[in-house]
C-alpha cells in the first residue's frame, strides 16, 4: 500500500506537470514576498509579530485554495491551472482558521520553550519544555492531514482538526513513516528550486495518502464483526487497491519519457 502510493504521488505529478510547477511558482514568489515583509517588519516588535501572523494566514490560503485541485487529482479527475485562483474566495475563513492557529501554536511554543529552558532553568522548567516539545511534534503530525481532510470530506474546520488527531493516534506508524515521505520532499524541493515537487507536489501526495488510508475505514464499516485490534489491522489492501492499480496502470519508465509511444502501440 505504501509503495503504491508513492507511486501513484509520482504519476499524479507527472501527469500535471505543467500545472505543478506554475502552482509552486505561485507559492515560491508568494513565499520571498513575505520573507522581505517579515525581514523589513523584525525591527519593530509589533509590526515583526502582525508581519508573521499575515504570513501565516496568506499561506494558509493558498494551501487551502489548491487542496480541492489535490483532491481532484488524487481521484483520477482532470484539473484547470485556473481552478486553483477560483477556489480563493471559498477557502478564505478555514484558510485564516488555519493560519492563525499556526501562527498561535509557533508563537506559545517558541515562547514557553525558551522560558522553560533558559529563564526557568530548573528540572522542573525542563521537563515542560520537553512536554511542549512532544505536544508540538504530535501536533504536527496530525496538522498534515488536516487540509487533504478538508480538500477531500469537505468537514468544517472543528471537525477536520478532530479527525486530524484520530488519524494520527489510529495510524501512527504510518504517519511517521509517510511524514518521512515529506521531509524527503521538502530536501527534493529545495534542491529543484522550489518547482518540484514543492507545496503543490507535496499536498498532491498528502491528500493520495489520506484518499487509500481511508479506503480502511470503509472496509472496517463493511465489516463491523471484525473488533479485535489483530483483526482490524489485516486489512485486505491488494483488493482495496486494485481498482485503482488498473486505472493508474503499469506506467512504465518509457511512457514518462515518451507517452506517445505507448499511445501509437495502443492503437497497434
Not at 227 to 243: A, C, F, G, H, Y
Request: hydrophobic share 50%; glycine share 6%.
Amino acid at each position: 500500500m505504501f509503495f503504491f502510493i508513492i507511486k501513484k504521488n509520482f504519476c499524479d505529478g507527472w501527469d500535471n506537470l505543467l500545472s505543478l510547477i506554475m502552482t509552486n511558482l505561485v507559492f515560491l514568489f508568494t513565499g520571498i514576498g513575505l520573507v522581505l515583509l517579515n525581514a523589513l517588519a523584525s525591527q519593530n516588535g509589533i509590526l515583526a509579530l502582525l508581519a508573521l501572523i499575515f504570513s501565516a494566514v496568506v499561506l494558509s490560503i493558498e494551501i487551502f485554495a489548491y487542496s480541492d485541485s489535490a483532491a481532484h487529482i488524487a481521484n483520477f479527475d482532470g484539473v484547470r491551472y485556473l481552478d486553483f485562483f477560483k477556489a480563493i474566495p471559498g477557502v478564505l475563513k478555514d484558510g485564516s482558521l488555519f493560519g492563525l492557529l499556526n501562527a498561535a501554536v509557533f508563537l506559545i511554543s517558541s515562547f514557553s520553550i525558551k522560558y522553560y529552558f533558559t529563564e526557568m532553568a530548573s528540572l522542573l522548567g525542563f521537563a515542560f519544555g520537553c512536554a511542549i516539545i512532544w505536544v508540538d511534534f504530535f501536533y504536527i503530525l496530525a496538522i498534515q492531514w488536516f487540509i487533504p481532510i478538508r480538500g477531500l470530506m469537505h468537514n468544517g474546520f472543528v471537525k477536520c482538526l478532530k479527525k486530524s488527531f484520530i488519524i494520527l493516534f489510529d495510524n501512527t506508524g504510518f504517519t511517521l513513516a509517510y511524514s518521512l515521505v515529506n521531509l524527503i520532499q521538502l530536501a527534493l524541493s529545495v534542491v529543484c528550486i522550489g518547482f518540484f515537487p514543492s507545496m503543490a507536489g507535496i499536498l498532491i501526495g498528502n491528500t493520495n495518502a489520506l484518499r487509500i488510508l481511508l479506503y480502511k475505514y470503509d472496509y472496517l464499516e463493511e465489516h463491523p464483526e471484525l473488533r479485535t485490534k489483530k483483526e482490524r489491522r489485516q486489512i485486505p489492501w491488494d483488493e482495496l487497491l486494485s481498482e485503482d492499480r488498473e486505472i493508474l496502470g503499469p506506467r512504465k519508465l518509457r511512457s514518462f519519457l515518451f507517452p506517445w509511444k505507448d499511445d501509437n502501440e495502443q492503437h497497434y
